[in-house]
């Protein structure tokens, strides 16, 4: 579905599975992320779905208990000027 979207409904099913992704982690409940997961990796290769993408990836690190992947992310989104918003991750 999220690949024939336009871009605005795109970016809001992108916007819903980030959260869906943060509310599993509230909630210790990784069993059905990975719909969340492919929405968001399904997104196209445009410059406005980037953060998206990276979340995607962190969270994906957090639930495999990815710690490399996870402490790069980190570093990159750090580097990038996202130090505040890094406190509202999961770690």
Known sequence: MIKDSDKYVQ???ASIAINYLQNCYDNNNPKNIDSALKEIELLPEDP???GYKE???YYKAVFARDNLSKETIRKILSLSGYSN???LLPK
Do not use: P
């Open 48 to 50: 406005l779905f980037i």
């Open 55 to 57: 979340l995607a990836l």
């Open 11 to 13: 970016e809001l099913i």
């Open 85 to 87: 918003f890094l406190k």
